[in-house]
């Protein structure tokens, strides 16, 4: 008899109660469901009743138990054979050793599945129609039996040591004979399912794997496991779901980036210190050289390189799927949260238009792993959610395709703080939700806290640290804001900082961030040798041009960033934290990333207001530096200067970026950036780049700053002192490069 699925059940009996009768109309061939009214305890294995069935019941009646977790998640499990009219007496087993299997789609049950299930009953069914009249009696769920005591024993004895640890079902990709085939620049990885099982697969303290990697230069690197669920994810039309797919397995995932030989010993360890070390086949690998991640660059450590060739970050700040925010202060249509169909939609249109990365939040709202139970998805403090593990996957997949990288925010600062965006009410680590803390500034020095979060980092670097799409690791967004104290925040980046770099050996940045603008910073966390890159907003008020914000970031001579030789990167902008008129931000979303440019920061500015963005099409700024940079590079004994710039049609603010031999500028209608207002031509503009430049051949070229492309170039035989330009005739703004030509034709602007 095939055993019903819960999509069947439409006739609910009546709440099951311990030592108490039930009397239960069945509504065959619908199955009817006997729920227990109490919660199901960790200790409770199975479940027990006394069933009387009339002479009338249906012939081919049959019965099981079911659990479920707070989420709908359902497991359930048939008693084999019919119930005949009579008496009978139930206990079907419902514990982790049990054979339970999921419903509608067949996840696995084990341990780590039992273990956050909280409801459960009987169910009864039949092919047949009936409406048979049963009595359920005593329904109660019951721990698990325990063998009897020998009852000659009289002598205390130690506690039984634990069992030996045993690796089951080890799957290996690529393996053959002599070991198993690999790509560099191509994720190899291997699966793998232990007993004992433990009852928390996200607790590294009740079990962990690790790899141990040789490569063929004899560097060794321990690569961390994690555990995984497959996870089907389907687009409802108004938000995506997700269900556990099939049985889930600890995994471990390496990219290699050398080819040659490279020796594997698999470690895992259990709860009581018992680890079990294994030698697996040489993992051999195929083709050349590879180092597709995002680095510091090693020669010039302002700006990033990726296999050796520099790498700017133009895009957005692509925090979530939509933005409250937005659609009150923009009037934006808020984007029905479909998830990873939601994010395939803005990327493919980004990328489509130039942009080289976003930054994307694991916030509450977004792609969190853990957060307070009762949320769909989450099981609170130490289980982690694999509905959005699976998503951010498929993200970090799709940007790899498009040529996208993502700055990952691990927190956001609402999450510590009662007063901005506050989200501590919710907070998994709060004694409210079960957690241990009861003060959000706890979060950053109670050692459960920062337990918590060595579990979390672990596992977020063992799923995703390989994926050449992470740009780097932003601890915090707005880390000011929270309800740290100087003195803590110091001490807990430090901390973490070097945890990220110990656990992730692909050698990914690691930063933090801060609200408002540059003169922020705490300056002992900027210092801080594991700190890679600096990221800061560019909210401003009505007396600050943002290209001259931009600049300053970087350049002020007391304050700006640039003081501590590491790439600097805005990752919110666009007015103040409270949007600002439609016609500044249009201006400010033009000029941002010029201004970034000539300034000398990593990347563009990312403006906030995504939505805005999006759903004007507003990607032209993306297109024109993207042209405009193709084929530059800024790298080495390059600088920002000043440039004089006049006009008879409004102020100028002129800045560029020279290198010897080379200089990229930019031109600006400074009202016009200030408020987007005016239109002013400027026919008869006149830009000076000052200094003593040596007489000979330069090439200038005029270029589009709003749509980008090539407006003009001519050749200019300079005798030497100030250079006078003449750009075309343009408004808002426009571009430019120029280059010495050598008397062979080679670039050699000093």
């Not at 009936?130 to 109660?140: E, K, N």
């Not at 008129?581 to 995504?610: T, Y």
Request: glycine letters at 10%; proline letters at 8%.
């Amino acid at each position: 008899m095939r055993s019903p699925t819960p999509l069947l059940i439409l006739a609910l009996a009546g709440l099951g109660a311990s030592l108490s009768a039930v009397e239960i109309d069945l509504r065959a061939p619908l199955t009817t469901l006997v729920p227990q009214r109490q919660p199901l305890a960790a200790d409770q294995t199975a479940i027990e009743a006394e069933v009387t069935v009339p002479a009338d019941a249906p012939p081919d009646l049959g019965v099981g138990a079911y659990v479920n977790d707070q989420h709908g998640r359902w497991f359930q499990i048939a008693q084999p054979g019919v119930l005949g009219p009579g008496q009978h007496t139930l206990r079907i087993a419902i514990g982790a050793a049990a054979e339970l299997r999921g419903e509608p789609w067949p996840a696995g049950w084990s341990p780590a599945s039992a273990a956050t299930m909280r409801r459960g009953g009987l169910y009864f069914w039949s092919a047949s129609g009936s409406r048979a009249h049963l009595v359920v009696t005593g329904a109660a769920f019951a721990p698990g039996t325990t063998p009897a005591r020998a009852a000659t024993s009289t002598a205390s004895t130690a506690p039984a040591a634990p069992p030996p640890g045993r690796i089951l079902d080890l799957r290996l990709d690529g393996q053959g004979e002599g070991g198993c085939a690999a790509t560099t620049g191509v994720r190899w990885s291997l699966g793998l399912r232990p007993a004992p099982f433990p009852a928390n697969p996200d607790d590294p303290a009740q079990f962990h794997v690790d790899l141990l990697v040789t490569a063929p230069d004899g560097k060794e690197a321990r690569v961390p496991g994690f555990w995984y669920e497959p996870v089907r994810l389907s687009d409802r039309g108004d938000r995506e779901l997700a269900a556990i797919a099939g049985p889930g397995e600890f995994r471990v995932r390496f990219r290699p980036r050398q080819p040659g030989t490279h020796r594997l010993v698999l470690v895992a360890q259990w709860a009581g210190g018992n680890e079990q070390r294994t030698a697996l086949p040489p993992l051999i690998v195929g083709g050349p050289p590879w180092d597709g991640y995002v680095r510091t660059d090693a020669k010039d450590p302002r700006f990033w390189s990726v296999d050796g060739a520099w790498w700017w970050a133009l895009g957005p700040n692509l925090r979530s799927v939509n933005d409250t925010r937005g659609r009150e202060r923009l009037h934006t249509r808020l984007t029905p949260d479909r998830g990873t169909a939601a994010y395939d939609a803005y990327l493919t249109r980004l990328a489509a238009n130039g942009v080289t990365a976003v930054e994307i939040w694991m916030s509450s709202w977004n792609l969190a792993l853990e957060w307070r139970a009762d949320w769909q998805g989450f099981y609170g403090l130490g289980r982690y959610n694999q509905g959005n593990a699976a998503r951010l996957d498929r993200i970090l997949d799709r940007c790899s395709e498009l040529g996208i990288r993502v700055n990952l925010v691990i927190n956001n600062h609402g999450q510590a703080t009662v007063n901005n965006d506050p989200e501590w009410a919710d907070n998994p680590v709060n004694r409210t939700q079960g957690g241990p803390l009861v003060e959000p500034w706890q979060v950053f020095t109670d050692p459960a806290a920062l337990a918590a979060q060595e579990r979390l980092r672990r596992y977020v670097v063992a799923r995703y640290a390989d994926h050449p799409a992470i740009l780097g690791w932003k601890l915090w967004s707005e880390v000011n804001l929270t309800a740290g104290r100087p003195g803590a925040l110091r001490d807990w980046h430090a901390q973490a900082v070097s945890r990220w770099h110990e656990l992730d050996t692909y050698h990914h940045g690691v930063t933090t961030h801060w609200s408002g603008d540059y003169h922020v910073p705490d300056r002992v966390i900027l210092a801080q040798a594991g700190l890679d890159y600096l990221c800061i907003d560019a909210y401003h008020g009505e007396d600050r041009l943002l290209a001259d914000l931009i600049q300053a970031s970087v350049l002020d001579p007391y304050r700006g960033l640039g003081q501590y030789g590491k790439p600097v990167l805005t990752t919110e902008f666009g007015g103040n934290w409270d949007a600002c008129p439609a016609e500044q931000l249009v201006a400010e979303h033009a000029s941002a990333p010029w201004a970034g440019l000539v300034s000398g920061q990593a990347g563009s500015p990312m403006i906030w207001w995504f939505e805005w963005l999006d759903q004007r099409d507003a990607f032209a700024p993306y297109r024109a530096v993207s042209s405009f940079i193709r084929g530059e590079d800024p790298r080495g004994d390059g600088r920002s200067i000043a440039l004089a710039a006049t006009s008879a049609g409004g102020a100028l603010w002129a800045r560029g970026w020279v290198r010897p031999g080379r200089l990229l500028g930019y031109v600006l209608d400074s009202a016009w950036g200030a408020n987007g207002l005016g239109e002013a031509n400027h026919p008869a503009a006149e830009v000076v780049v000052g200094g003593a430049i040596s007489p000979g051949s330069i090439t200038v070229e005029w270029w589009d700053a709003g749509r980008g492309g090539l407006l003009s170039s001519q050749r200019i035989d300079h005798p030497g002192g100030d250079l006078h330009l003449h750009p075309p005739v343009f408004a808002r703004h426009i571009a430019f490069k120029m280059l010495r030509v050598a008397a062979a034709g080679a670039a050699s602007v000093k």
